[in-house]
């Protein structure tokens, strides 16, 4: 004979703890890196790099701080120049690595010389905080091999991203999780990557 079923209730400071334990275990995992993205067929967010006008929203606008945005170097499309349109600014006398000589605000950027008159250019991705005003320096001085891109080891994948909310270039889309990159090439265009 089937035992019979017992009818349970939970008072409300209950049902709060219980609902609290399962928040506190949605964070932890989400703390751990294990996202949504994750799951087979899922989507992701991720920039457009040829749509992507540099307008400085991916910096402010990401709910994390510092934002999941980060500026991404595509090294076959670098002309290792010692004169870098992403890493001087404009108006730089000297082409050293002075502070008062270098376009990031965070000097994420770190130039090192590799024979006259190359320099290799890195992003510090922990300095970075997806102004983009190294790309835009490298698309209008350069051959844009510097671009942004949307970390998903950071991303916490928004239902309604803020940042492409905001983004008035509409560069920000959703993107199979399978293929969550947009990356340049050798020809300085945009491919889908998997990574």
Sequence with gaps: MAEPVRKVTLSRRAFLKSSAGVTALAAAAAGLGLRRSAIAGDTV???????????????TSCVLAPSAVKCVHAY?????????????????????????????????????F????????DIV???CIGCGMCVKG?????????????????CVNCNQCTIA???????ITRVPASRPYRLRGVQG???DAQV
């Design 165 to 171: 909310r905001d983004c008035p270039a509409q560069a």
């Design 76 to 112: 076959d499309v670098c002309g290792y120049c010692n004169r870098c349109g992403g890493f001087h600014t404009p108006t730089a006398k000297v082409t050293d690595t002075a502070a008062e000589n270098q376009l990031c605000p965070t000097s994420a950027i770190r130039r090192t």
């Design 125 to 127: 991705e922990a300095l």
């Design 45 to 59: 967010w991720q920039i457009d790099p040829d749509k992507c006008v540099q307008c400085g929203r991916c910096a």
């Design 138 to 154: 490298c698309g209008s001085f350069g051959n844009g091999s510097l671009f942004l891109q949307i970390r998903h080891d950071r």
């Design 189 to 191: 265009r945009s491919r």
């Design 114 to 121: 590799v024979e006259d008159p190359y320099y290799r250019y």
